[in-house]
Antibody, heavy 119, light 107 residues
Framework: EVQLVESGGGLVQPGRSLKLSCVASGFTFSNYGMNWIRQAPGKGLEWVAYISSGSSYIYYAETVKGRFTISRDNAKNTLYLQMTSLRSEDTALYYC????????????WGQGVMVTVSS | DIQMTQSPASLSASLGETVTIECLASEDIYSNLAWYQQKPGKSPQLLIYDASSLQDGVPSRFSGSESGTQYSLEINSLQSEDAATYFCQQHHDYPWTFGGGTKLELK
């Protein structure tokens, strides 16, 4: 069974940093591209970042480019999102999601981890 | 960026009815369109990919279609468990973008 379990969220002050993790199981993690998607409270979905299976290709949304860094450790089956210079508008539920091996849709999602940026 | 305009924002329907949700892409996305279902307090789940392909395990009452840059999700014979918010997503080009969502309420 595919499982994605996020952790590392919490309350953080504006301008500070936070690192999210997503541990994968139930599939060969090193074969799949991975994403972070976020959802502000009561709002829609926003794609945040993508990393290819071997970390060769990395893309970011303009809203986080230069502040967030996506990375992965295939030996640990873990995806990361390092978030710096956090802003109130980064407050959201952050999901990790697996890119299908066939195309750019998201075939499995984690349960999400909440990040609240507030003083 | 490719804009995805989803409609309606909300709708109410009765058990057994058929409903249609639409997404209009701001440019050609070549059938690279997915639909997700999100129930309250849960993460989104993939229903349809490549505009009309049904994800494994998804009931056949869900179907997707396209006409030009207009994409549709149809749900036939509504069941109580279909009450949820539905999102479309274009997976043609970065940044991947989502529609604003459609909240489906069962009467």
């Amino acid at each position: 069974e595919v499982q994605l379990v996020e952790s590392g969220g919490g309350l953080v002050q504006p301008g500070r940093s936070l690192k999210l993790s997503c541990v994968a199981s139930g599939f060969t993690f090193s074969n799949y591209g991975m994403n972070w998607i976020r959802q502000a409270p009561g709002k829609g979905l926003e794609w945040v970042a993508y990393i290819s299976s071997g970390s060769s290709y990395i893309y970011y949304a303009e809203t986080v480019k230069g502040r967030f860094t996506i990375s992965r450790d295939n030996a640990k089956n873990t995806l990361y999102l390092q978030m710096t210079s956090l802003r109130s508008e980064d407050t959201a539920l952050y999901y990790c999601a697996r890119r299908s091996i066939y195309n750019n849709y998201l075939d499995y999602w984690g349960q999400g981890v909440m990040v609240t940026v507030s003083s | 960026d490719i804009q995805m305009t989803q409609s309606p924002a909300s709708l109410s329907a009765s058990l057994g009815e058929t409903v249609t949700i639409e997404c209009l892409a701001s440019e050609d996305i070549y059938s690279n369109l997915a639909w997700y279902q999100q129930k309250p307090g849960k993460s989104p789940q993939l229903l349809i990919y490549d505009a009309s392909s049904l994800q494994d395990g998804v009931p056949s009452r869900f179907s997707g279609s396209e006409s030009g840059t207009q994409y549709s999700l149809e749900i036939n014979s509504l069941q109580s468990e279909d009450a949820a918010t539905y999102f479309c997503q274009q997976h043609h080009d970065y940044p991947w973008t989502f529609g604003g969502g459609t909240k489906l309420e069962l009467k």
